[in-house]
């Protein structure tokens, strides 16, 4: 799934926007604490990959059992969602809301619909 493979790659892409970061305000490993421009790029990354133990089973569920077609839709919607929490949070902390709300909805809707279509899928084979 080219959706799945894209989050792979905004997960690579804030990694080494945090690695910048490390550089630019001279934050030596393995410190993660030192300047808030830094602090920022990496919740940033780290949170991205929290999300991301979510995000990427639900999608291959929801594909599976549901619609690859709308998981693709919904998982690109994801994608965006993850660049406005990275862009506001980077600009100020309490910036990152509508990028953590979507996000949270997008999730919703991919376990939802993924739960619902595995039990779909066991009842239609009983």
Do not use: C, D
Not at 8 to 35: C, D, M, N, Q, S
Not at 43 to 70: C, D, K, M, T
């Amino acid at each position: 799934m080219l959706v799945v493979l894209l989050a792979l790659i905004e997960y690579f892409a804030l990694g080494a926007l945090t690695g910048r970061a490390r550089v630019k305000y001279r934050i030596a490993a393995p410190a993660v604490t030192g300047h808030p421009m830094f602090e920022r790029y990496f919740r940033v990354h780290q949170n991205s990959l929290e999300q991301l133990i979510v995000f990427l089973p639900a999608v291959w569920l929801f594909g599976l059992y549901v619609s690859a077609p709308w998981a693709a839709i919904v998982g690109a919607a994801f994608l965006v969602a993850r660049i406005l929490y990275a862009i506001g949070y980077v600009a100020a902390p309490e910036r990152r809301e509508v990028g953590a709300v979507l996000t949270f909805l997008i999730e919703a809707i991919l376990v939802i619909g993924a739960l619902g279509g595995v039990i779909r899928s066991i009842a239609l084979a009983r």
